[in-house]
């Protein structure tokens, strides 16, 4: 892992969204993750998670 998915996983359990739009730009996947974590934040955070680590 690179210094800068390092950073992106930390983002992403403080503030998934702007981990999801950070790596994957604003589309279906920040969507995605805005209603997951809506609904409740563990979601967006397993959603995220996979979202940054993904290659």
Request: charged share 15%.
């Amino acid at each position: 892992m690179s210094k800068r998915q390092h950073a992106l996983v930390i983002i992403a359990i403080l503030l998934p969204p702007v981990a999801v739009f950070l790596k994957a730009g604003a589309g279906k996947d920040l969507l995605i993750n805005i209603v997951l974590c809506l609904f409740f934040w563990f979601p967006g955070l397993l959603h995220a998670l996979w979202v940054v680590t993904k290659e």
